[in-house]
């Protein structure tokens, strides 16, 4: 008996083990990441259109591509940039930053190993190959719990996180460790990934390609970081080098990195369940454009959650844009971790569009207006501002000299100026291939604008002033009801590069938009009222009705979707309106409406939180942020952000001389204008009011937004140009009708001071 269930009992263990032996056997000795993450320094756009490296060519093709704003915290540098990407949100770095190895790693300039090092310097014990030796430094900017390694590591349960690969060059540059260190700075992983080679930069390149792939293969970490260090080492040694033997060691290191995409790619396309994402942490520095913190660089994305099409975040709400503090919230999400409130990315995703061609054509078209805009802002702006300055002051002093005719014809250059911001928006349409054909566009644009202002105004009972400002205000309310195609692509967008705007309003032609709707619209009306004195008061309701409007449109979120601006608008509008029904502008008014736009700020932004939720834009994710954990004292935060960055700005030499130059001109006008001129000129009952609105305006904007002092610079830029048109023209008598612009409603009429109050 004993011996026939002894033999039953061994039959039941072979079929056992026959029966799930071998099905385990079968089995994968380690699970397939979730996400493989490619770290590629120096790539551009045309690289992805180039066929001669097939899987990239393929990759961008197949998968979802977008541009990537890599601009970081100050001082620029690589360290900046990993450590951007790992925290989620604008980081300046520490030296000390890069400083990741393994654990029998020898440390440059110091006795023992990683390992015994970080015993010394922490207490702890290490238990994963990677030390990070810079880990005090993270912990006392309390960086060292919110980075993507850290939360991935508090995940319940842990998801592990690993990287292959250094940037090592003079210096050891182990920064991209920081995307996988947990919160005691250790990692999985191998950062031993370069090797000898006497002509590569500094003598090393990466291993081979299959190197990094068998670490994937057989590794068991979810995420999976690559860092291909050779052309970060190739940028860092690019001035030192010609352009030939740049050239051909970037298409060696190209050449690499396309077998790496491709055996990613064989990777990727057998486990479904795999996600990929290639990203260019730095952009390549180019003759047309040396600053590498002035370009986008480009980015794909390949896999179950990532379809073909264009990437796009809420932080740009731009398709095939995306910001570098997206990259961390969106890793995040992939795997259902929560976001911390100390991130301000937001997690990008891909909207289809077309077909890979036209996708890298839109993309392509993108990064060429950024870097255009970048090389023309300040050479064009020069330009413009000095040949319009220079015309300012010849019409002044042919008006000094009783040369009336010629300071009539001369003064168009004021309505030319208010033209720019219009011209601006006008120019980009049809992209110029050059700087300087682009400059002479927007000339052109000016010109051409002009010369339709004083055409209608010829016909009609407008003045070209307010003609030139009512075009640039619809023109911008229906870009921004549309998509804010125009503003985004304008050169005076400067948010997050010169030329590269997210969405909304930005500070510039914020201070525009003021100052032609409160000096602009109250000009008007002094033209209205010499006409037709009976009608005064429906035509400042109309005016006051045309403020409100601007005002909601300014910070409606899927608009202007600009906050401070609320408060803006509502001190300058409604200081206006009191000025219209001849009411003081007192210091109590001001900060009334200031508060009544700080409630306004508020209601719209939790509009936005509970409508958009996710996709909701910046002020809705503040106020989120406040309510669930981090208090008012964030938004105390902002606003001393917002005072320090305008308290920046102060210190800037282009604002110098922007206040050099309109300084110069008012001093100009009030030495060149005879008394006669002005008086007449104060005789604009409105007009005047409205200037009392401007020193609340100017307080206000400097607290409550970021770039104030631009917004600033260019609402004083606009009320002098109107100003001083209407100072130099031609005293006449009362005409009416279709007169010629410079003979109706003139300063001097004898009804100009009957104006109803």
Not at 397 to 419: E, Q
């Amino acid at each position: 008996m004993c011996r026939k269930r002894f033999c039953a009992h061994l039959m039941f263990v072979v079929l056992v083990y026959l029966l799930f032996g071998q099905s385990v056997k079968a089995q994968p000795t380690s699970p397939a990441p979730k996400l493989i993450l490619v770290l590629c320094d120096g790539l551009t756009i045309r690289d992805l259109e180039n066929p001669h490296h097939p899987a990239l060519y393929l990759l961008a093709r197949s998968g979802a591509v977008g541009l990537m704003n890599v601009r970081t915290a100050q001082p620029y540098s690589h360290l900046s940039a990993l450590l951007t990407l790992a925290a989620g949100q604008m980081e300046a770095a520490q030296p000390t930053d890069g400083w990741a190895f393994q654990q029998q790693e020898q440390v440059p300039n110091s006795r023992g190993t990683a390992g015994i090092l970080y015993l010394r310097y922490t207490g702890l014990v290490p238990t994963k190959p990677i030390v990070h030796l810079g880990i005090a430094s993270l912990l006392r900017r309390k960086l060292n719990t919110v980075l993507l390694g850290s939360l991935l590591n508090q995940a319940r349960p842990p998801i592990v996180a690993a990287i292959y690969g250094n940037a090592d060059a003079s210096q050891p540059d182990r920064s991209a460790a920081l995307l996988a260190t947990d919160a005691f700075g250790q990692a999985q992983g191998d950062l031993l990934s370069t090797q000898r080679d006497v002509e590569a930069p500094f003598g090393q390149r990466d291993k081979r390609m299959d190197w990094f792939y068998s670490k994937i293969v057989g590794g068991t970490a979810s995420l999976c970081v690559i860092q291909l260090g050779d052309m970060t080492r190739l940028a860092a040694l690019q001035t030192k080098l010609s352009a030939k033997t740049f050239q051909a060691l970037r298409e060696r290191a190209l050449s690499r990195l396309d077998v790496l995409l491709y055996m990613l790619w064989s990777f990727v396309r057998d486990h479904g369940s795999v996600d990929f994402i290639l990203v260019s942490p730095v952009a390549a520095r180019g003759a047309a454009l040396p600053d590498a913190w002035q370009r986008l660089t480009p980015i794909v994305a390949l896999g179950p959650d990532f379809p073909a099409g264009l990437l796009t975040s809420p932080t740009t709400r731009t398709r095939g844009l995306v910001a570098n503090t997206d990259l961390a919230p969106t890793i995040l999400n992939l795997f259902h971790v929560p976001i911390p409130p100390t991130m301000t990315g937001r997690p990008f995703v891909a909207v289809p569009y077309r077909d890979g061609a036209h996708r890298l054509a839109v993309l392509a078209r993108m990064d060429y207006v950024s870097v255009l805009n970048a090389r023309t802002v300040v050479g064009g702006m020069v330009a413009i501002g000095a040949l319009g300055s220079l015309i300012a002051v010849g019409a002044l002093i042919a008006h000094r000299f009783k040369n009336r005719r010629l300071a009539r014809w001369l003064s168009a250059v004021f309505v030319w100026g208010l033209n720019l911001p219009t011209a601006l928006l006008l120019a980009p349409l049809w992209v110029p291939p050059t700087r300087w054909e682009y400059i002479l566009r927007i000339m052109a644009w000016m010109s051409l604008l002009t010369l339709g202002c004083y055409g209608v105004g010829r016909w009609s009972r407008w003045r070209p002033p307010s003609i030139a400002c009512l075009v640039c205000i619809l023109l911008i309310a229906f870009d921004l009801c549309s998509g804010q195609q125009l503003i985004k692509d304008s050169l005076l967008s400067g948010y997050a590069l010169s030329g590269i705007r997210y969405y909304g309003i930005g500070n510039e032609y914020l201070g525009v938009l003021v100052g032609m709707a409160l000096i602009g619209g109250c000009a008007w009306l002094d033209d209205l009222a010499v006409l037709q004195a009976k009608e005064s008061p429906l035509y400042r309701k109309m005016l006051v009705g045309v403020w409100g409007l601007l005002t909601v449109l300014f910070g409606w979120p899927y608009w202007g979707a600009n906050y401070g601006s609320l408060v803006v608008t509502c001190v300058a509008f409604g200081l206006g309106r009191e000025a219209l029904w001849n009411r003081s502008t007192s210091l109590v008014k001001a900060i009334v409406l200031g508060c009544c736009g700080i409630g306004l700020a508020f209601l719209f932004g939790e509009l936005d939180a509970s409508l958009a939720r996710r996709a909701s834009s910046h002020a809705g994710y503040v106020l989120e942020e406040a309510k669930h954990g981090r208090g008012v004292r964030y938004l105390g935060e902002i606003i001393l952000r917002k005072l320090a960055m305008n308290a920046h700005l102060l210190t800037s030499p282009y604002l110098y001389l922007g206040i050099g130059v309109v300084t110069t001109i008012l001093a100009a006008s009030f030495w060149l204008l005879c008394p006669e001129e002005r008086a007449r000129l104060f005789r604009r009952v409105h007009t005047v009011k409205a200037l009392e609105a401007l020193p609340a305006t100017v307080v206000v904007t400097l607290f409550f937004k970021d770039s104030g002092v631009v917004s600033i610079i260019f609402l004083i830029g606009t009320t002098c140009a109107i100003l001083l048109w209407y100072a130099l023209q031609e005293e006449s008598g009362e005409k009416g009708g279709r007169e010629g612009v410079a003979s109706f409603c003139s300063p001097s009429s004898p009804l100009s001071g009957k104006i109803e109050p």
